[in-house]
């Protein structure tokens, strides 16, 4: 954190989707890292990383996502075949 940043009090808290801080958490493995977020902003906050996958009870975001997913359409296109 910058010393302008620390001379005005403790940093705000913000909660941010864990990929957009460059952890590869996304379904297909990868990362969204904003170098906005993490370069500039960065330097007055300090980042609460969450995923929202496993906030919502899906699990493990890279394998759970992608069978909900699965399930869904399954379910959808035998509801549509009746």
Wanted: a negative charge; hydrophobic letters at 45%; one cysteine or more.
């Amino acid at each position: 954190m910058s010393a302008t940043a620390q001379a005005a009090g403790p940093p705000i808290r913000l909660g941010v989707s864990s990929c957009l801080l460059g952890q590869e958490v996304r379904f297909d493995g990868g990362h969204k890292r904003d170098r906005f977020l993490t370069e500039l902003l960065g330097s007055f906050v300090e980042w609460v990383p969450v995923c929202p996958e496993l906030e919502i009870g899906l699990g493990d975001g890279n394998v759970a996502l992608e069978n909900s997913l699965r399930v869904v359409i399954a379910t959808f296109s035998a509801e549509r075949a009746v």
